[in-house]
């Protein structure tokens, strides 16, 4: 009897750390394309928060996150939840954090909300200071230097995942997404903030260095690398679920997201916000 207590209690113990346990996971990219005056600049790097509560108006989240000391904060999208129709908690939220520099693109749940919920959303953020990268490129600037930010927002009703390294469909993506965001300036470090990891081939391809994503929640199961997930497009197993992945010559952290959907599920998938120190590559 005393085994089975044990066991069930261990078994409470590792649901709450999968549930509720904020794990900061960090990570150093260095490249010399990264300007000398940016090196050990740090992104603190947020995804699908989906409003989940973290004690009184979120403060052991607030503390973690403006315990970090960063220069910018990248939030890939779902920060709201789509049934619920609504986006104060995420001002709230926001209006709560201590760092200036903000940027925020659109992913499946923001999308979702609606053409009109979602302009007054968009508006409020705005008005908070934050930039909100809608299929746009903007500079974050550090006195003349400067590195590229592309924001794409989620296009739920354009979905191929299944055949994303044929020709064909690497054409595709890569001629819309060209067409939405611009040509690179090769000279420059570009950045890409992006909801969905799964088009990392199509990202690589068109050159961005680093490109930071979510969506995926790490998986609602997460065994050996390889995450377990419920999409549009079916049931997916994919190492593209969370951590740093590398094609080519960009690089890519996708965030296991630090709140919860509908579906509460996590096993060895705790949520997490990350960091990530630049270095200018000598």
């Excluded at 261990?10 to 005056?37: A, G, H, R, T, W």
């Excluded at 508006?123 to 003349?144: A, H, N, S």
């Excluded at 090769?186 to 890409?192: P, Q, S, T, V």
């Excluded at 994919?238 to 590398?246: D, E, M, P, T, V």
Aim: charged share 25%; with cysteine; net charge positive.
């Amino acid at each position: 009897m005393n085994i089975v207590i044990i066991i069930f209690l261990i078994l409470l113990i590792f649901i709450y750390i999968n549930y509720k346990v904020i794990f900061v996971s960090k990570y150093k990219i260095y490249d010399e394309k990264i300007p000398k005056s940016f090196d050990k600049y740090r992104i603190l790097h947020l995804s699908d928060w989906h409003c989940t509560n973290y004690g009184k108006n979120n403060r052991k989240l607030v503390s973690l996150i403006n315990n970090q000391e960063v220069d910018a904060i990248f939030i890939s999208g779902d920060f709201v939840v789509r049934q619920r129709k609504e986006y104060k908690p995420v001002l709230n939220f926001i209006k709560q954090i201590d760092c200036k520099k903000i940027y925020y693109i659109l992913g499946n749940h923001e999308i979702a909300l609606g053409k009109e919920l979602l302009r007054y959303f968009i508006e409020e953020l705005r008005q908070l200071g934050v930039i909100v990268l809608e299929d746009e490129k903007t500079y974050i600037l550090k006195g003349k230097d400067k590195i590229a930010l592309y924001g794409l927002s989620y296009n739920s009703n354009d979905y191929d995942t299944k055949n994303i390294k044929s020709k064909e469909i690497l054409e595709r993506y890569t001629n819309k997404y060209e067409k939405n965001l611009g040509y690179l300036n090769k000279e420059y470090f570009n950045i890409l903030l992006t909801h969905d990891p799964l088009y990392f081939e199509v990202y690589a391809r068109m050159g961005y260095d680093l490109i930071y994503a979510g969506h995926l929640h790490g998986g609602a199961i997460r065994i050996l690398g390889y995450c377990l997930a419920k999409l549009k497009c079916g049931i997916i197993i994919s190492r593209l679920g969370a951590g740093l992945k590398k094609r080519y010559n960009s690089k890519m952290i996708v965030s296991r997201g630090v709140g919860n959907s509908t579906v509460p599920i996590r096993v060895f998938d705790p949520p997490e916000i990350s960091i990530t120190t630049l270095y200018s590559k000598k």
